[in-house]
């Protein structure tokens, strides 16, 4: 394993090359000794820290996509976590880490890609940036999403209850749930009361909480006696929030995209077998990659970019 360090001040983060994951996150609270670690440590109750979620969230129908109607086994979240990247530049408060498209990853996926990943730490601020670029010559699907996970209780806090999320807009639409990390049809009443989720392991009980229609941009997570976490992001339409039973992390996860509805892989979410079809604008065989759900498309040439802010502040 091969890891970079940065952050020289009240933020310090560590990257592994495998997957460009973040893998530490230590605040250091003006005129505090040690530093505090607020990530997830890759116990065994979870083995990642906050893996980048390329090109599928969550699973497809079967482990495969289809293709010109060639099929290609998709491991869940995708193949990106388990790549090694290249560090294209690294110093003491950033780094920027690529991953590009070869035999092994046209095996899984067709297509090619190149997916930058940057890392910088300001003062108690780090920044994270992703860009998808689609290098040609056809059009590029794909969804991308982050996953990280946060010690839950955070440290300092007297343990799990008095956790909250505060949103920065109401979050008043249903919510979504997911079996098997496929999703199901179902709506749910949103758990958010005006802006606040009062965080309770009972929430998780049925897998992850997704918010699909998004209002906020930001949002703060904190308890009595702890530091403040403040998450902000751009590019993202969706968020997740899930915590596997009896561990002590919450996983705070903005999305590009949907894992595929549950029994199918169409345009509309419908119940319905591979090899069977459906008029939308063409006619296609049911079950096309390019047909998932919710996620984004470039043409030849074009890019995406996203990003992901996480400000600490002091215990209150």
């Known amino acids: ?114 997916l930058t990943v940057g890392y910088t730490v300001e003062g108690s601020r780090l920044t994270v940036s992703y860009a998808v670029h689609n290098p040609g010559p056809g059009t590029l699907s794909a969804s991308l999403g982050v996953h990280p996970g946060f010690r839950w209780p955070l440290p300092g806090a007297a343990g799990k209850r008095g956790h909250t999320v505060l949103f920065e807009r109401p979050e008043p639409a249903p919510v979504r749930r997911v079996e098997d990390v496929l999703l199901l049809p179902e709506r749910h009443p949103t758990p958010v009361r005006d802006r606040t989720l009062r965080l309770d392991g009972a929430l998780f009980t049925d897998g992850a909480v997704i918010l699909e229609a998004l209002n906020s941009s930001s949002l703060a997570y904190s308890a009595p006696g702890s530091p403040r976490v403040a998450l902000s992001w751009h590019g993202f339409r969706q968020l997740a929030l899930w915590s596997p039973p009896e561990a002590d992390l919450l996983c705070i996860e903005p999305w590009y995209g949907l894992p595929s509805p549950i029994g199918s892989d169409s345009e509309y979410g419908e119940h319905r077998e591979y090899g069977e079809q459906r008029e939308y604008g063409e006619h296609r065989e049911y079950g096309e990659y390019a047909a998932k759900p919710g996620q984004f498309h470039l043409a030849a040439g074009r890019s995406r970019t996203f990003g992901l802010g996480v400000e600490i502040s002091p215990a209150r």
């Not at 530093?35 to 079967?62: C, D, K, S, Y």
């Not at 109607?69 to 990247?85: I, L």
């Open 1 to 114: 394993m091969s890891r970079i360090r940065i952050g020289t001040g009240r933020v310090a983060a560590e990257i592994d090359e495998q997957g460009a994951e973040l893998c530490s996150l230590q605040y250091r609270a003006e005129g505090q000794g040690e530093a505090t670690e607020l990530l997830w440590q890759a116990e065994r109750a979870w083995p990642w820290h906050a893996p980048l979620l390329f090109p599928v969230i969550g699973r497809m129908n079967g482990d495969r996509l289809r293709h010109d109607g060639t099929y290609y086994a998709m491991p869940k979240h995708g193949f990106a976590r388990d790549r090694r990247f290249t560090v294209e530049r690294h110093d003491a408060t950033s780094a920027v880490l690529t991953l590009r498209d070869d035999v092994a990853s046209r095996r899984l996926f067709p297509f090619p890609f190149h």
